[in-house]
């Protein structure tokens, strides 16, 4: 059983357009892309990092990539049984799985982009990542900060919090003093709490109308940790992620227990593979088969 996984915010980088100009769906994609957002977005992923990590830019840049990788396996005729997107990448997985269409998935994550930033003024939330202590121990931590939340189970070894910046680098600095390794991300807003409550009664308004079909492959959610292939279900728990924690490391072992026995990342960089081989779990990203087919021409 193989699994493709989608990666979310934070596998942005300036230059990822003509890195992934080289893919034979870049040119049609990237331009039906612009034409529905009305932006110009190869621009904004070859230039400046602090304008590309934009909330509202960052999620159609990564989406657009990923959907180009993701179109690119398909064309080498390589298989899948099962997807999962971290975060953003949940959309992507659904526009994978068909879903929904290309076009309306690229305005979706704008749109979850602009009403994210707008849910909280800028500079007032954070996330941090906090190293090598268990989730259940990070939980009761955070309880003792005014509007902390853990946002990402993301690994055995790594767990994301999300909140208040205030409150995330009082959090920090505590850690410090008792040997904890915590680390503030380069992150625009409090994700996956319910600062963004706002965000999702807004996306809930753009999606209320609009049929979601059937997924060709069961999709794990982040909500969950449970495979679905219900449009309904999808549809509300694709909301339900933006103010709630992503549920990333139960995700994966519900995939091993289904019998997945090989996963593939699916998009720009490789920050889900470096997660799972923490965990000692065997992944490989989708430009290593590209290369594996080129050494076999």
């Given at each position: 059983m193989k699994a493709f996984?989608?990666?979310?915010?934070?596998?942005?980088?300036?230059?990822?357009?003509?890195?992934?100009?080289?893919?034979?769906?870049?040119?049609?994609?990237?331009?039906?892309?612009?034409?529905?957002?009305?932006?110009?977005?190869?621009n904004i992923m070859n230039g400046d990092e602090e304008t590309l990590k934009l909330t509202e830019n960052a999620q159609p840049a990564i989406f657009l990539a990923s959907f180009v990788a993701f179109k690119h396996l398909e064309s080498l005729g390589i298989n899948y049984d099962i997807f999962a997107g971290h975060s953003l990448g949940e959309y992507t997985a659904f526009a994978a799985a068909g879903v929904y269409d290309f076009d309306f998935g690229i305005y979706l994550v704008r749109k979850r982009g602009e009403y994210i930033s707008q849910a909280i003024e800028p500079g007032k939330g954070?996330?941090?990542?906090?190293?090598?202590?268990?989730?259940?121990?990070?939980?009761?931590?955070?309880?003792?900060?005014?509007?902390?939340?853990?946002a990402n189970y993301n690994s055995s070894t790594q767990?994301?919090?999300?909140g208040l910046k205030s409150s995330?680098?009082?959090f920090i600095e505590d850690c410090k003093n008792k040997g904890i390794r915590a680390t503030e991300l380069v992150i625009s807003g409090p994700f996956h709490t319910p600062f963004l409550?706002?965000?999702?009664?807004?996306?809930?308004?753009?999606?209320?109308?609009?049929?979601?079909?059937?997924?060709?492959?069961?999709?794990?959610?982040?909500?969950?940790?449970?495979?679905?292939?219900?449009?309904e279900e999808l549809k509300y728990y694709l909301l339900e992620q933006i103010a709630g924690p992503v549920y990333w490391l139960q995700s994966i072992r519900r995939?091993?227990?289904?019998?997945?026995?090989e996963f593939i990342e699916v998009g720009p960089k490789n920050v889900l593979s470096n997660m799972l081989?923490?965990?000692?779990?065997?992944?490989?990203?989708?430009?290593?088969?590209?290369?594996?087919?080129?050494s076999r021409v």
């Open positions: 996984l989608f990666p979310g915010q934070g596998s942005q980088y300036s230059g990822m357009a003509k890195d992934f100009s080289k893919y034979p769906f870049w040119n049609d994609l990237s331009k039906r892309a612009e034409e529905v957002l009305n932006i110009d977005l190869i954070s996330m941090a990542a906090v190293l090598k202590i268990s989730a259940e121990k990070v939980e009761e931590l955070v309880k003792n900060y005014e509007g902390l939340y853990v767990t994301v919090i999300s995330i680098q009082k409550e706002s965000a999702r009664e807004k996306l809930s308004k753009e999606i209320e109308h609009v049929k979601f079909k059937k997924p060709k492959v069961p999709i794990v959610l982040n909500s969950t940790a449970k495979e679905s292939t219900d449009p995939m091993l227990e289904l019998g997945v026995e081989k923490r965990e000692k779990i065997d992944i490989i990203h989708f430009s290593e088969i590209e290369e594996i087919e080129d």
